[in-house]
């Protein structure tokens, strides 16, 4: 007995933002951000927040999923952007749903939280702790960047992906998941100020830093190590694997993964063109995509793999 993911749903918001609408009030160009990213546009979240569009991503998992929001026993929400800090965003999915006992929490991991998610809701499931899990991740990117700075703000985007996973007798494979916080200053955001009767800090700076070439150097380091781990414990070859659903950050990154691997590019599907970095939302998201548009084909092997900040990577390997 293992895991299967047997739903999946996404929601973007309608608004575009698009390179050279960035250019109008940044020193940056749309040839710039294509070529060092793959980027084109992202959706940019104007009031709807973080819950609610990990309710909708939720609701189309459901209804794919073809079963009633009341069996599901537990609501992970892979999320550093939440809107509150609590309750958390996973029991006000839980509400939007119409669920009113699973056990709910939400998890950050940055970029890498909807894998850690996943391979949460596996454990919980291969322990028997509980049947059917809901796990999505949501994220108002937009909120956390700093709309001056060009080397970050170019990159991210928002949006939520959900995914029902479910015993069953043929799924997940394989888990891997690991952090690295002495590398934590590297990509990071300090947030609100502690502030109490007892205690003041200094002001924060709310908005994401992020040293850019040493996260490059790091995921085209240790996504393709982790993913050759995983696929070393299930005893898999890398060429028997038909999709790679990596973290949307950078198609540069996902193309060094792919040659490091020895795996055709075609294997890699991509959709940062159109979202830009939508952290724990980009693997469910392009993951609905694929499972809507019938690229995954019952039988086919994928891996699912993130890595963000932490630092902190994971992967999954499963038969569809
Ligand atoms: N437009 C124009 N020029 C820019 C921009 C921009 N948006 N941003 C930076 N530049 C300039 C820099 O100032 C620098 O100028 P200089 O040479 O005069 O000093 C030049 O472009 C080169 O800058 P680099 O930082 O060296 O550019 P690089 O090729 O490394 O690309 C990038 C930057 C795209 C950020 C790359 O390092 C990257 O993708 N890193 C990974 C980041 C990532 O994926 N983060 C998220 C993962 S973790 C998570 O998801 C939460």
Not at 45 to 63: C, L, P
Not at 184 to 197: F, H
Request: proline content about 3%; glycine content about 8%.
């Amino acid at each position: 007995m293992t895991t299967r993911i047997i739903g999946t749903g996404h929601f973007v918001p309608e608004h575009i933002v698009t390179n050279d609408d960035l250019a109008q009030f940044l020193d940056t160009s749309d040839e710039w951000i294509k070529e060092r990213t793959g980027i084109r546009r992202r959706h940019i979240d104007t009031g709807m927040g973080t819950t609610a569009m990990a309710a909708e991503a939720s609701k189309r998992a459901i209804e794919n999923a073809g079963i009633s929001p009341k069996e599901i026993d537990l609501i992970i929400a892979a999320t550093s952007t939440a809107d509150e800090i609590f309750p958390n965003t996973a029991a006000m999915v839980q509400r939007e749903i119409g669920n009113d006992r699973a056990a709910c929490y939400d998890l950050n991991a940055a970029c890498t939280g909807f894998i850690y998610g996943l391979n949460t809701a596996h454990a919980f499931i291969s322990s028997h702790m509980a049947k059917t899990v809901l796990v999505v991740g949501s994220e108002t990117m937009s909120r956390t960047v700093d709309w001056e700075d060009r080397s970050t703000c170019i990159l991210f985007g928002d949006g939520a992906g959900a995914a029902v996973v479910a015993a069953d007798d043929a799924g997940i494979e394989a888990v891997i998941m690991g952090s690295d916080g002495r590398k934590g200053e590297i990509i990071a955001c300090d947030g609100r100020p502690a502030q109490s009767r007892w205690m003041s800090q200094a002001p924060r700076n709310p908005y994401m830093v992020m040293n850019g070439q040493e996260v490059f150097k790091f995921a085209v380091k240790k996504v393709p190590e982790t993913i050759a781990q995983l696929l070393s414990q299930a005893g898999v070859g890398a060429e028997e694997v038909r999709h790679y659903i990596l973290h949307q950050a950078n198609e540069r990154i996902i193309a060094s993964v792919a040659k490091r691997l020895h795996v055709p590019m075609e294997r890699f599907p991509i959709n940062l063109d159109e979202y830009g970095n939508t952290s724990a939302a980009s693997v469910p998201i392009l993951l609905d995509e694929l499972n809507r548009n019938g690229a995954l084909k019952r039988g086919d092997r994928v891996v699912l793999a993130g890595f963000g900040a932490g630092l902190t990577w994971g992967a999954t390997l499963m038969t569809w």
